[in-house]
């Protein structure tokens, strides 16, 4: 080989490496699918880069369609961040063919996982046997919040090693904020923790569990229920003994069921639908429930 092919082959051969470094130094795509998982991933990629949200805030999971840029989205992405198939079931196909590259956070080891209520208070379908189920709304307990963002940060450095420390320090910062905060909650909420209340549907347990609120029942086991005459009958009742009745906003109130009947009324939202896309979100939306809450059954 020539003097010259040499030199040709060599610069060549020092171009594909420098073009390597770049594609090798160029931050992970992260896609996570609900806006609270989506404010603590931003927390933890700060300074390093912003992850893709796939579900903005007014739309519910549990009857997403994807977009054909949003699927393109998925495959080209490093890591694809959900809660699991129970709440996000339209992406459950999609992630089978990634080959491995998503994070499914309901199976973290030491997350705090409750099953689904079941009794009468909780409009159960009692011939269908839910005993095994997990309740998947695991964002709304702020210890599970912490162990996530750990997750998360051990999971990036693994595909992200360049930027292992920014992911440590910053979910070490993340971690903290979240116990000081949990501490403020625990003290607004301790006040109306005995004043019973009626919710749309089982959302918040996490939440409810962790602060020991006084939570009645909720009108709807799932959301594509419709009321049976039976059980708006028993709603009505159970109006009569609660404080307050929240609705959600990612879903339209049913008027009959407070028809003729005085009770206060809030809303809850376990998603953040229209909180901007920061890292603070996460904690607006807790603020928020416990705003709600403190708002409606103070007043008692």
């Known amino acids: 080989m020539s003097n010259q092919a040499i030199k040709k082959f060599l610069k060549l051969l020092f171009w594909i490496l420098n073009l390597s470094n770049i594609v ?46 949003q699927v393109r989205k998925l495959y080209s992405s490093d890591l694809v961040i959900w809660i699991g198939p129970s709440v996000e079931g339209f992406l459950e196909k999609t992630i089978a063919s990634l080959h491995d590259k998503d994070l499914l956070l309901l199976e973290i080891q030491d997350l705090t996982l409750l099953k689904i209520r079941q009794n009468d208070a909780w409009d159960i379908d009692h011939d269908h046997d839910s005993a095994s189920h997990i309740d998947p709304h695991i964002w709304l307990d702020p210890q599970n919040a912490k162990i996530i963002v750990q997750t998360i940060a051990h999971k990036l450095s693994l595909i992200d090693s360049s930027n292992a420390v ?67 009958a028993k709603l009505r009742q159970r109006l009569k003994s609660i404080s307050c009745l929240f609705s959600e906003p990612q879903f339209e109130p049913i008027p009959a069921i407070v028809e003729d009947i005085s009770v206060r009324q809030g809303v809850l939202d376990p998603l953040g639908a229209a909180l901007p896309l920061t890292s603070d979100s996460y904690f607006t939306l807790l603020q928020n429930l416990a705003d709600s809450l403190s708002e409606c059954l103070d007043k008692s």
């Open 24 to 69: 090798l130094a160029s931050p992970p795509q992260v896609v996570v699918t609900i806006k609270p998982i989506y404010a603590l991933t931003v927390g933890v990629m700060e300074g390093v880069s912003k992850p893709y949200l796939l579900l903005q805030g007014t739309e519910s999971p549990h009857n997403y369609n994807l977009r054909p840029s």
């Open 166 to 232: 920014h992911y440590l320090n910053n979910s070490t910062k993340l971690i903290k904020k979240l116990e000081q905060f949990d501490q403020k909650l625990k003290l607004q909420l301790n006040s109306i923790k005995d004043i019973p209340y009626l919710v749309f549907h089982d959302a918040f347990q996490y939440f409810e569990k962790h602060y020991g609120l006084a939570v009645a029942g909720s009108i709807y086991k799932s959301t594509d229920r419709r009321l049976s005459a039976k059980r708006l």
